[in-house]
């Protein structure tokens, strides 16, 4: 007879088979959570570190992915069955983060996904700068789709299939947790409990917000980011009493000169670089005519974040890190020196020798004023230097349209040859050498990129001869967007430490890592000069002031936050004699003029533009606001 103790009840084989399910998810959550943090640090010591580091939230991650994985099982009625979905579907955005930090030095954020046509864009340029790279990437993708879709139909055939009692079991523990978890990842709002599990939102740098928080936690952080909050304190009565000069009737006191603005791609001055030399000065031009640098806020990318500053006087150090006003924000029309213009009864055009979806480009031109935008399906065709539109082609395009005008008229140019990768055998030959101890491909490549910043500077030359020769006074300005993405250049010259530049460090390695050329000059008066390094945001105060313009907010008020901060940036404020606010937003009290610069950008890109009439009078007659 069979002792009573040796019979194993039903209740009881269930709860250990129920144990050991939760044991072996959270085992797989495990294995995840390692592999996603081992792709993206690129070092196994540091994701030992993530696990080991008891007041990093680790554990809170596995314990998200094993409350996933039993979610899913409950969804599909099959035992671990969600690892084979959920597993590719977390490694291959750390995959990608891990790519995007080599090349832009930045994470990937929940909103690169909204321009991810752009990267299809650009894939054949990458694909021809390295095609085997490329044709490997692309064999593995087919391979790992193909073995993923076999395992997939091997698992469901064979793994073991959940009661009805288990599937609820499952959902009635997972599912109610996950939407606990899921409220308390608003950044916005304190929660207890996230403190609780170390899940801290470091909004501010956020590469230390994925150090800390691993990739997984870090990406969810970022996902509320396109809800913007208002800044404390703003309301009707704040905006209100921010002075807006009075500007005497007509707003201009020398004519209406005609406003050429050309952000040039990726422009920087490679004569910087350490231990080179060149056979000839590539950009004397400009050398000769620079009024001071950009202190651009991105790096090797990003080009419509840099735009966005310099064409609505706005500024990036207000947006959530890692925002792209023109994917996420730029819906209704919002000033800008378009409508400045406009307003004035110039013609206001942008050009730029690209398709006019890039960047969304075509919307946010619309809403910015602009009366037309002449993309590369509007544009004649043009000569090309290597895959892109040259500058010379496109210069003489700008004088072929402005020669047709008879109203005063802004243009808007983005140029496109100096857009990377700089290949060896892009341009037939390479009028200036680079000596050095470098590599050889190192040095082909800066070669090829300093070949592009001659022509850039011829370009500038051809544009400002003909400026000379009319009669009407001729307002340009030039600037680079950012460091061009030159790679091992970087660290093969001594340039700096990595491939990519810091997002925040001490001011002059951030000066000398993110500044490009500024030229601002006038056909009739030359070049403005020593306006130093300044933000992009100072652009639009720069160019009406050399064209003799008043504006309340564009001279008037950005000229005060100027006389204040030459540089407005998210991790620090910089005066004209180069003294350092280091994480002013961080800070309980901020300067009278950033407040209210922040005030303002917020009242006219998502509040309810109380200042409209007093600081944008042209915005105000063109875009009326509808009465409610």
Not at 163 to 188: T, W
Not at 597 to 611: I, P, S
């Given at each position: 007879?069979?002792?009573?103790?040796?019979?194993?009840?039903?209740?009881?084989?269930?709860?250990?088979?129920?144990?050991?399910?939760?044991?072996?998810?959270?085992?797989?959550?495990?294995?995840?959570?390692?592999?996603?943090?081992?792709?993206?640090?690129?070092?196994?010591s540091?994701?030992?570190?993530?696990?080991?580091?008891?007041?990093?939230?680790?554990?809170?991650?596995?314990?998200?992915?094993?409350?996933?994985?039993?979610?899913l099982?409950?969804?599909?009625?099959?035992?671990?069955?969600?690892?084979?979905?959920?597993?590719?579907?977390?490694?291959?955005?750390?995959?990608?983060?891990?790519?995007?930090?080599?090349?832009?030095?930045?994470?990937?954020?929940?909103?690169?996904?909204?321009?991810?046509?752009?990267?299809?864009?650009?894939?054949p340029v990458?694909?021809?700068?390295?095609?085997?790279?490329?044709?490997?990437?692309?064999?593995?993708?087919?391979?790992?789709?193909?073995?993923?879709?076999?395992?997939?139909?091997?698992?469901?055939?064979?793994?073991?299939?959940?009661?009805?009692?288990q599937?609820?079991?499952?959902?009635?523990?997972?599912?109610?947790?996950?939407?606990?978890?899921?409220?308390?990842?608003?950044?916005?709002?304190?929660?207890?409990?996230?403190?609780?599990?170390?899940?801290?939102?470091?909004?501010?740098?956020?590469?230390?917000?994925?150090r800390?928080?691993?990739?997984?936690?870090?990406?969810?952080?970022?996902?509320?980011m396109?809800?913007?909050s208002?800044?404390?304190?703003?309301?009707?009565?704040?905006?209100?009493?921010?002075?807006?000069?009075?500007?005497?009737?007509?707003?201009?006191?020398?004519?209406?000169?005609?406003?050429?603005?050309?952000?040039?791609e990726?422009?920087?001055?490679?004569?910087?670089?350490?231990n080179?030399?060149?056979?000839?000065?590539?950009?004397?031009?400009?050398?000769?005519?620079?009024?001071?640098?950009?202190?651009?806020?991105?790096?090797?990318?990003?080009t419509?974040?840099?735009?966005?500053?310099?064409?609505?006087?706005?500024?990036?150090?207000?947006?959530?890190?890692?925002?792209?006003?023109?994917?996420?924000?730029?819906?209704?029309?919002?000033?800008?020196?378009?409508?400045?213009?406009?307003?004035?009864?110039?013609?206001?055009?942008?050009?730029?020798?690209?398709?006019?979806?890039?960047?969304?480009?075509?919307?946010?031109?619309?809403?910015?004023?602009?009366?037309?935008?002449?993309?590369?399906?509007?544009?004649?065709?043009?000569?090309?230097?290597?895959?892109?539109?040259?500058?010379?082609?496109?210069?003489?395009?700008?004088?072929?349209?402005?020669?047709?005008?008879?109203?005063?008229?802004?243009?808007?140019?983005?140029?496109?040859?100096?857009?990377?990768?700089?290949?060896?055998?892009?341009?037939?030959?390479?009028?200036?050498?680079v000596?050095?101890?470098?590599?050889?491909?190192?040095?082909?490549?800066?070669?090829?990129?300093?070949?592009?910043?001659?022509?850039?500077?011829?370009?500038?030359?051809?544009?400002?001869?003909?400026?000379?020769?009319?009669?009407?006074?001729?307002?340009?300005?030039?600037?680079?967007?950012?460091?061009?993405?030159?790679?091992?250049?970087?660290?093969?010259?001594?340039?700096?430490?990595?491939?990519?530049?810091?997002?925040?460090?001490?001011?002059?390695?951030?000066?000398?890592?993110?500044?490009?050329?500024?030229?601002?000059?006038?056909?009739?008066?030359?070049?403005?000069?020593?306006?130093?390094?300044?933000s992009?945001?100072?652009?639009?105060?720069?160019?009406?002031?050399?064209?003799?313009?008043?504006?309340?907010?564009?001279?008037?008020?950005?000229?005060?936050?100027?006389?204040?901060?030459?540089?407005?940036?998210?991790?620090?404020?910089?005066?004209?004699?180069?003294?350092?606010?280091?994480?002013?937003?961080?800070?309980?009290?901020?300067?009278?003029?950033?407040?209210?610069?922040?005030?303002?950008?917020?009242?006219?890109?998502?509040?309810?533009?109380?200042?409209?009439?007093?600081?944008?009078?042209?915005?105000?007659?063109?875009?009326?606001?509808?009465?409610?």
């Amino acid at each position: 007879m069979p002792l009573i103790g040796s019979i194993r009840s039903p209740r009881r084989d269930a709860l250990l088979g129920a144990i050991g399910s939760l044991v072996v998810s959270l085992a797989l959550a495990l294995v995840l959570t390692a592999g996603i943090e081992a792709v993206q640090r690129g070092s196994f010591s540091e994701t030992i570190a993530y696990f080991a580091d008891p007041m990093r939230p680790a554990l809170a991650t596995v314990g998200i992915f094993a409350l996933m994985f039993l979610a899913l099982d409950a969804a599909f009625g099959r035992a671990h069955y969600a690892v084979l979905i959920l597993a590719p579907l977390a490694l291959l955005p750390a995959l990608i983060s891990k790519q995007k930090q080599i090349y832009l030095s930045d994470p990937l954020y929940p909103t690169d996904f909204l321009f991810g046509r752009q990267i299809m864009e650009l894939m054949p340029v990458l694909v021809r700068d390295r095609p085997w790279t490329a044709l490997g990437i692309a064999v593995g993708i087919v391979v790992a789709v193909v073995a993923l879709a076999c395992l997939l139909v091997f698992a469901w055939r064979r793994f073991p299939r959940l009661a009805r009692r288990q599937r609820i079991g499952r959902a009635l523990v997972a599912v109610p947790l996950l939407a606990g978890f899921v409220h308390i990842m608003d950044f916005n709002q304190f929660s207890w409990l996230r403190d609780r599990l170390n899940i801290i939102p470091i909004m501010w740098d956020q590469t230390e917000n994925y150090r800390h928080n691993g990739f997984t936690m870090a990406f969810a952080l970022n996902l509320p980011m396109a809800n913007v909050s208002a800044p404390a304190g703003y309301m009707g009565d704040a905006i209100n009493a921010i002075e807006a000069p009075i500007v005497p009737a007509g707003t201009t006191h020398r004519g209406k000169p005609d406003v050429i603005v050309v952000m040039s791609e990726s422009l920087f001055d490679p004569t910087r670089l350490p231990n080179v030399t060149f056979s000839a000065d590539p950009m004397p031009t400009m050398r000769a005519m620079q009024s001071g640098n950009v202190m651009s806020p991105e790096f090797g990318g990003m080009t419509a974040n840099v735009e966005f500053e310099a064409l609505t006087g706005f500024s990036n150090a207000f947006l959530p890190y890692g925002s792209i006003p023109y994917q996420q924000y730029i819906r209704d029309p919002i000033p800008s020196m378009a409508t400045f213009f406009k307003g004035e009864g110039y013609v206001s055009r942008a050009i730029h020798p690209f398709q006019s979806w890039f960047w969304n480009r075509s919307a946010v031109y619309k809403a910015f004023g602009f009366d037309t935008f002449r993309s590369e399906e509007k544009l004649p065709a043009m000569t090309k230097r290597g895959i892109f539109t040259s500058d010379e082609a496109l210069t003489k395009e700008i004088i072929r349209q402005a020669d047709q005008m008879e109203d005063p008229f802004f243009f808007f140019t983005v140029t496109l040859q100096g857009h990377g990768p700089y290949e060896p055998n892009r341009y037939a030959e390479n009028t200036i050498k680079v000596e050095g101890d470098l590599p050889a491909a190192d040095r082909q490549v800066l070669e090829t990129y300093t070949q592009g910043v001659k022509e850039a500077d011829d370009s500038l030359k051809l544009l400002m001869d003909w400026a000379k020769d009319r009669d009407r006074e001729t307002i340009i300005v030039l600037f680079g967007d950012h460091l061009p993405p030159l790679n091992t250049v970087y660290t093969s010259t001594g340039f700096m430490p990595g491939v990519t530049a810091a997002r925040k460090g001490p001011l002059d390695e951030m000066k000398r890592t993110h500044e490009t050329p500024l030229i601002v000059w006038s056909s009739k008066t030359g070049p403005v000069r020593d306006l130093g390094t300044v933000s992009p945001a100072f652009i639009s105060y720069q160019t009406l002031k050399a064209g003799g313009f008043e504006h309340p907010y564009y001279t008037g008020f950005l000229g005060r936050v100027f006389d204040e901060h030459r540089i407005v940036d998210r991790f620090m404020l910089v005066n004209e004699t180069d003294e350092v606010v280091a994480d002013w937003a961080r800070q309980k009290v901020i300067p009278d003029t950033v407040r209210d610069y922040r005030f303002l950008q917020h009242d006219m890109m998502f509040g309810k533009r109380y200042g409209t009439e007093r600081f944008f009078p042209t915005h105000a007659d063109l875009f009326p606001r509808p009465v409610s």
